[in-house]
């Protein structure tokens, strides 16, 4: 499998802007992060490029054109992205005939030169296998990890249908009825459980997002990603911000230690915005 990934990247201003903008942060052009196979590229799109594509993921990229954009990355090393397998984890075996899970690689956008994204893809895995043992209804189910050379290349998942984002966007193109007000409601009041959920056994979230909130084919919510999951009061190594997932500009409250407090207000967050969004639109 080939893919492209554009993500734009941002810096925050050491001093203010010529035009006295008061925003801190700056945007620094757009980041490049591509697989083939299981190896991984990083790199920058050249400015005179950046008009040229948008952010997101191409997975239908033409050889010539793959192998261009590849030529102009630099290849990151196994060992800094795929952590080794550990005992007790579950394994799980791609079938090439069925499309019923989805496989989630490392993410590499984050990639700074270390082992912290192999070291994020090992707690993740681990945090999915704790909640195998103690499973929620609204939190995504987990089927194991991909193992190959002896260390963890993806994690398997069971494919949902959509983010809570794209339901909001479906609505506010096609109307009310792809999303009334009592499915609005059990969507959060299913995710709030789930959270709960986590709490109950020590843990927390901290990264609730529209994005980590998806649906299964009978429209039940699920949390999903637990990359950022972990104990109460330990340091995150990623997550932890309020509204985080809508970008820097829309950041509030940033948490450096996994708590209960950061689940609560991006839960409220995430409810806020989705009334935001639907104002005038649904009834």
């Given amino acids: 499998m080939r893919t492209v990934?554009?993500?734009?990247?941002?810096?925050?201003r050491s001093q203010p802007s010529i035009s006295g903008d008061p925003q801190p942060w700056e945007r620094k052009g757009r980041r490049l992060t591509a697989y083939d196979g299981y190896e991984a590229y990083i790199g920058t799109l050249p400015p005179e490029e950046s008009r040229d594509w948008r952010v997101g993921v191409y997975d239908d990229l033409a050889d010539a054109e793959f192998e261009r954009l590849l030529r102009s990355m630099?290849?990151?090393p196994d060992h800094d992205i795929y952590p080794v397998f550990e005992v007790g984890i579950t394994q799980f075996e791609p079938r090439t005939s069925t499309q019923d899970y989805f496989l989630k690689?490392?993410?590499?956008?984050i990639y700074s030169g270390k082992d912290d994204v192999a070291q994020l893809m090992l707690a993740e895995a681990w945090a999915n296998q704790r909640?195998?043992?103690?499973?929620?209804?609204?939190?995504?189910?987990y089927l194991g990890c991909v193992?190959?050379?002896?260390?963890?290349?993806?994690?398997a998942f069971p494919k949902y249908v959509g983010t809570l984002a794209d339901r909001v966007s479906k609505a506010r193109q096609l109307g009310p009825a792809h999303f009334p007000a009592e499915e609005r409601e059990r969507c959060i009041n299913s995710i709030q459980s789930a959270v709960r959920h986590l709490h109950s056994l020590g843990y927390a979230h901290n990264d609730i997002s529209a994005c980590n909130i998806?649906?299964?084919?009978?429209?039940?919510?699920m949390l999903i990603d637990l990359d950022s999951c972990a104990p109460i009061g330990e340091n995150v190594k990623k997550g932890g911000v309020v509204g985080g997932?809508?970008?820097p500009f829309f950041w509030k409250q940033e948490f450096k230690q996994s708590s209960?407090?950061?689940?609560?207000?991006?839960?409220?967050?995430?409810?806020?915005?989705l009334s935001s969004e639907l104002s005038g639109y649904l009834a």
Avoid at 132 to 138: D, E, K, M, Q, S
Avoid at 147 to 155: A, E, K, M, P, T
Avoid at 214 to 221: C, E, T, Y
């Fill in 245 to 247: 997932w809508r970008g």
């Fill in 147 to 155: 193992v190959r050379g002896g260390r963890i290349v993806s994690l």
């Fill in 5 to 12: 990934r554009v993500k734009e990247a941002w810096s925050q």
């Fill in 214 to 221: 998806m649906f299964d084919s009978s429209s039940n919510a």
């Fill in 131 to 141: 909640f195998l043992a103690h499973p929620h209804v609204n939190l995504g189910s």
């Fill in 105 to 109: 690689q490392p993410n590499i956008s």
């Fill in 260 to 273: 209960i407090e950061c689940d609560e207000l991006s839960l409220q967050y995430v409810q806020n915005w």
């Fill in 74 to 76: 630099s290849r990151i």
